[in-house]
């Protein structure tokens, strides 16, 4: 059986992350066609990516999951970069010329920008070793998620014909470091998740060969968990970068002016500080399950993130028949809600309050926009649909 490799920057079954899952989902749909082997690192943890788990050789579900030791973590100097490019961004990036365009250059060195890539982690030379050295061994290498060292330094150490490249791409500043657009025209073929995400790359990084994949999900319908009180859900990485801070203001901002029993519960792993307020209920991370169940309960599913490039859990609340409230920043939210018709979009906290009232007051729009998200899903990702669309792309690095 021919043998395929998905380079993701970690693998491990508590890991709460976008493109890790989707890295560990397409092994479970190629397993079948070929011998798949998960090249990541030792670490877990996205705030240092420290060396976590043992180096070595993991089975699991019939794929090989190969560890290597990080070499470099997210280290301070790191930070002050990141500080810079957002400087810079603000400068060169948002800045309108005469005729109302905006620049899509930041005038960084190759060199500055790997150093930028480098040092956020996690580097690992062994497992860039091992694809210098292995490369030969794969008819098809898929690199998930472009901002990574796994990724970008990776992709430099195989031939253009047997790379694959998923980068989960969103609108966001690390996007315009013009590295990342060199590093994808050396791919094959690139994988999009959506349309959507697709014109961004067309945006950002010209035009790129490739097709829209998407990604399969749990939509079995669960049985509700009943609550004491209705509830919105809030699923994933609390994290400022996924616009939780602006939520949880939101969220209080709408208690004190509109008081009821109406809660907000949230799972995941908190990289911030959960708010201490008795209608905001922290459950950690659950399991798939829980989670499903907890989704099939909710009045409504918020996400707050404007990065994101397919959004997993919110089209499996959408599979649970919860309506969404997602924000206006992402353009994929954007064309869930608005093609599905399964929610609000909110753009500032009287969008974010006013949806919330509008929806929650017609019991039956609830409920027909639960139909309309569910359809949506039902039609769009299922899993021989996304399998078939994944194997094409596999295969032209065999052709």
Not at 99 to 121: C, D, H, Y
Request: glycine share 6%.
């Amino acid at each position: 059986m021919n043998k395929i490799a998905i380079v993701v920057q970690r693998c491990h079954e508590t890991v709460v992350g976008g493109s890790e899952s989707l890295a560990w989902h397409y092994a479970m749909l190629l397993k079948n066609d070929y011998q798949v082997d998960i090249l990541t690192t030792t670490a877990i943890d996205i705030r240092d990516w420290a060396n976590a788990l043992p180096e070595g050789i993991e089975v699991r579900d019939g794929v090989s999951i190969h560890r290597f030791a990080v070499t470099i973590g997210r280290i301070p100097h790191w930070g002050k970069l990141f500080k810079k490019l957002g400087r810079d961004f603000e400068r060169y990036i948002k800045r309108e010329d005469g005729a109302g365009k905006r620049s899509r250059r930041l005038p960084w060195s190759i060199a500055l920008q790997e150093e930028f890539i480098k040092t956020q982690g996690p580097y690992s030379e062994p497992l860039l070793r091992f694809l210098r050295e292995r490369q030969s061994d794969y008819k098809a290498i898929l690199f998930t998620t472009y901002l990574y060292p796994t990724s970008y330094f990776g992709i430099l150490q195989v031939p253009k014909h047997t790379a694959l490249l998923a980068p989960t791409l969103h609108d966001e500043k690390t996007a315009y470091l013009s590295a990342f657009k060199y590093a994808a025209h050396r791919a094959r073929l690139v994988v999009w998740l959506t349309k959507s995400e697709q014109d961004v790359g067309a945006k950002l990084w010209g035009e790129l060969p490739g097709q829209v994949v998407a990604m399969s999900l749990d939509t079995e319908s669960r049985e509700p968990i009943q609550l004491q009180n209705p509830y919105l859900i809030y699923c994933g990485r609390v994290d400022p970068n996924k616009g939780c801070i602006e939520m949880f203001d939101y969220f209080v901002k709408f208690k004190q002016q509109h008081p009821s029993n109406l809660r907000v519960l949230i799972t995941g792993k908190d990289d911030m500080p959960v708010p201490a307020h008795p209608d905001i209920d922290f459950r950690g991370f659950v399991d798939d399950e829980e989670k499903l169940q907890l989704m099939a309960g909710a009045k409504m599913f918020v996400m707050p993130s404007g990065n994101e490039s397919f959004s997993i859990v919110t089209l499996e609340a959408m599979a649970q028949r919860a309506p969404v409230l997602a924000s206006g920043v992402s353009e994929v939210l954007v064309e869930h809600v608005n093609t599905s018709g399964a929610g609000r979009i909110y753009g500032d906290y009287e969008t974010f309050a006013a949806a919330i009232n509008d929806i929650l007051r017609d019991e039956s729009r609830l409920a027909e926009m639960g139909e309309l998200g569910r359809d949506y899903v039902l039609s769009r990702f299922t899993r021989e649909r996304v399998r078939n669309a994944l194997l094409d792309a596999v295969r032209a690095c065999e052709s």
